[in-house]
């Protein structure tokens, strides 16, 4: 794989922009992963712990730790689905920014599968286990959004974005009321998946897996 560095580029925003030029245009045109548990006593987080500083870290580097995570995550996943209640309702919560999409490792649309992720979904998907997407990018741009996600081979069967009633809310109070919502609709959320601790805190998941952020370097 070739080597890209990693550059501070505003990744959200740029998509954001090309995004509102697509609709408005006209048709046609080596680190060891570690266990915590988290405030609730019965949810683990699985994170992994960057092996050099935030500057440092290119393309590879960052898909060597989102490996090692999920090198955690599929095993339990595949233990989870096979261990379902008789009628159980199973679904798997996602991050979307450097989580499932590449975002800040160059910029193109559509956006890239993170392939470890991606990796995990399929899995998931294919076994009747359904995927909801909750981010912090305003809804204006959600129907390209869940486009690119479609693109890449994610099913998407809820996906959540911020409306203007959320712009100026707390992001980890607004992500946890959204696993909330997909809770209210009979779902068991087995794992939520993300890059920052505001897409993991709050419960509403029997178990987190954290993504590298490089002390929130990486959006």
């Known amino acids: 794989m070739t080597t890209r560095p990693w550059t501070r580029r505003t990744g959200i925003a740029a998509f954001a922009l090309a995004a509102v030029v697509t609709m408005a245009g006209p048709a046609g045109a080596a680190t060891v992963p570690s266990t915590t548990m988290t405030a609730a006593a019965s949810t683990a987080t ?16 960052w898909q060597k730790d989102c490996q090692a ?28 920014d450097n989580t499932t999409l590449e975002t800040d490792f160059g910029f193109s649309y559509p956006q890239p599968a993170n392939k470890p992720v991606l990796e995990v979904a399929e899995y998931a998907q294919e076994h ?24 890449v081979g994610y099913e998407v069967s809820g996906l959540y974005a911020r409306g203007l009633g959320d712009l100026f809310r707390d992001v980890a109070e607004y992500k946890t009321a959204q696993r909330v919502d997909v809770e209210s609709q009979g779902y068991t959320i087995i794992a939520n998946i993300g890059n920052s601790a505001t897409d993991l805190s709050g419960g509403h998941a029997e178990k987190t897996f954290k993504l590298p952020d490089y002390d929130g370097q990486l959006s």
């Open 46 to 61: 699985t994170t992994a712990a960057p092996a050099v500083t935030a500057a440092d870290v290119d393309y590879d580097t």
């Open 69 to 96: 995570v999920m090198d955690q995550a599929l095993p339990y996943v595949q233990q989870r689905i096979a261990n379902a209640a008789p009628g159980e309702k199973q679904a798997i919560v996602l991050d979307i």
């Open 128 to 151: 009747g286990v359904s995927l909801f997407f909750v981010t912090a990018r305003p809804g204006i741009i959600a129907s390209v959004t869940e486009y690119n996600l479609k693109h």
